[in-house]
């Protein structure tokens, strides 16, 4: 298993940008799902609970399924903010959300188990391979947004264990409809109804860890709050990581039907996969400030909508001057969806653009721009599209490397 895996491509790009930025080269970095703390640091009052916590000797092992107090909050704050009603004992704590969707695989799969997700998604091919699981990847269109519809995940339903979405959604930063989330609702609970007493459930892996992160009248929308009658078939996947610019203090929580978290309690219980202690005890005593945690989550989407609209507007710009690039509007999290579309096209050295990947490194050698295409989300090589992340740049960097892109754009022939 171990031989037969593939190596992250955005780790890759990584590599070549962090290899240019030691030997000193100025590089706007769009490329990862994460935040430069000097732009976008967590709450103050979220890090002087860490240090307090730190102080307070909150430096030994935490309970394995997370520090009561915590689970206790995040329900709270679940309800509060969702309307969802759960119990502290049907929440798992670990560090951060990938333990978390691992644990839900693993929980709930068998090898040979078929799982349905949409590509462009985050890492769920790795996630099947891990486990053992037979990947079935759906192919969504940019006329839907990129988000997976009813009609294009029916055929792939029946007899399948698991299906993955997310949103708002990594890659894309689009989000369910309304409409579009209950149909596929609708479709689970079908699937579900037709099933003999003892076969597999089909259960809905449901990965809203941005969920905060919508901007203007988008909406976020979840499938319990839609079909209630889901309940025992939902997994949540959420956490502070994006909401609270906080990936690096790893405090992560899912919850849902307690059968699922009590197996996924065990699996994680064995590999120690928990969030260190005293940022546990910090998190939940922030995340019940509720005037705190509204005053910087306000200011914290402002900025990241501004450098989000920034680029959008920019690339429309290049658009309007006859340049092949466009791009959608941004509805959530920290992505924005980028079309370039001049593949197979021959750079000043010669070179065909035969792939997005041989795009990618001509961007960050010619216009010191880095992005990562759809490819790496399961797309296929040869597909236009490139997620634009703007946790790690900041407003100057963007602006400054719009201009480099029209030229290193103008210089294909």
């Known amino acids: 298993m171990a031989g037969s895996l593939i190596g992250s491509e955005i780790i890759k790009i990584g ?11 100025q590089i706007c970095n769009l490329t990862i799902g994460d935040f430069d703390p000097t732009i976008f640091p967590i709450p ?45 004992n049907d929440v798992l ?3 951060g959300s990938r333990p978390l969707i691992y644990a839900t695989y693993l929980a709930l799969l068998d090898p040979g188990d078929r799982v349905v997700f949409p590509v462009p ?21 940019p006329e839907n ?16 264990t698991l299906l993955a979405l997310c949103s708002p959604l ?39 860890i941005y969920w905060m992160l919508t901007f203007g009248e988008t909406q976020h929308f979840d499938p319990v709050n839609l079909r209630p009658e889901l309940r025992d078939y939902v997994i949540y996947i959420d956490g502070i990581s994006k909401c609270l610019a906080a990936t690096g203090v790893r405090v992560g929580y899912a919850f849902g039907p307690a059968t699922v978290i009590d197996k996924m309690k065990s699996i994680l219980g064995h590999v120690g996969a928990w969030a260190p202690k005293a940022e546990q005890v910090a998190t939940a005593k922030y995340l019940p400030q509720t005037e705190l945690v509204d005053s910087f989550t ?33 509805m959530g999290a920290i992505y924005l969806t980028a079309r370039l579309d001049v593949l ?6 010669g070179e065909v653009l035969a792939t997005t990947k041989d795009l990618t490194f001509y961007l960050i050698k010619e216009a010191r721009l880095a992005l990562v295409p759809f490819s790496a989300f399961g797309t296929s090589d040869t597909a236009p599209w490139f997620r634009m992340s703007v946790g790690g740049a900041s407003l100057a960097s963007i602006e400054a490397a719009l201009p480099r892109l029209k030229t290193a754009l103008e210089s294909l022939r």
């Open 121 to 141: 998604s985050w890492n769920n091919n790795h996630y099947c391979h891990l486990s053992g699981a037979e990947a079935v990847m759906v192919e969504t269109l």
């Open 15 to 25: 590599n070549e940008v962090n290899e240019m930025i030691r030997k000193g080269e």
């Open 298 to 330: 306000a200011d914290f989407k402002a900025s990241l909508q501004h450098s989000l609209d920034t680029l959008h507007q920019g690339l429309q710009e290049l658009k309007s001057q006859g340049l092949p690039v466009d791009s959608m509007v941004p």
């Open 344 to 349: 197979g096209k021959t750079t000043p050295a």
């Open 170 to 208: 990594n890659p894309t930063g689009t989000v369910f409809s309304r409409e579009n989330l209950l149909e596929i609702c609708d479709l689970v609970l079908a699937e579900n109804q037709r099933r003999q007493p003892g076969e597999k459930p089909l259960y809905l892996l449901y990965d809203q």
């Open 93 to 95: 704590v670990a560090g």
């Open 44 to 88: 103050t009052a979220l890090q002087t609970e860490i240090t307090a916590a730190y102080q307070a000797g909150n430096t030994n092992y935490p309970p394995a399924n997370g520090m009561a107090a915590l689970r206790e909050a995040a329900t709270a704050f679940t309800k509060q903010r969702l309307g969802l009603e759960y119990s502290p």
């Open 145 to 160: 947004n990129f988000m997976p519809t009813a009609a294009e995940l029916a055929p792939h339903l029946p007899g399948a």
